[in-house]
């Protein structure tokens, strides 16, 4: 995967879901496919524009990755994940 040359600032969280990703070496691809499986009607593009915090993050988004990811909000919304020398 290429790396992300610029973020948007739509959301907070969408550098952490990259991390949460990469972390457990799961694709794109099957994020999706799990997002799909809670019911959330999304696409690749979609997917990729909220990793690149280019739109906003529902709600019910927000609740299906803590359960995809087996994390509470507060660890989705904090910095941990990523190094800041990545902005």
């Known amino acids: 995967m290429r790396p992300r ?4 600032t739509k959301n907070s969280i969408g550098k952490n879901i ?3 990703r990469e ?3 799961m694709k794109q691809g099957e994020l ?5 499986l809670h019911n959330i009607p999304i696409s690749a593009s979609s997917l990729s ?3 690149g915090q280019n739109r906003h993050v529902s709600e019910r988004e ?3 990755l803590m359960d995809i990811f087996q994390i509470t909000f507060e660890e989705l919304c904090s910095n941990s994940f990523y ?5």
């Open 5 to 8: 040359k610029k973020y948007g």
């Open 18 to 20: 990259i991390a949460l």
């Open 23 to 25: 972390k457990r070496h």
């Open 32 to 36: 999706l496919a799990q997002l799909q």
């Open 49 to 51: 524009d909220l990793e």
């Open 62 to 64: 927000i609740i299906a």
């Open 83 to 87: 190094s800041n020398d990545d902005e």
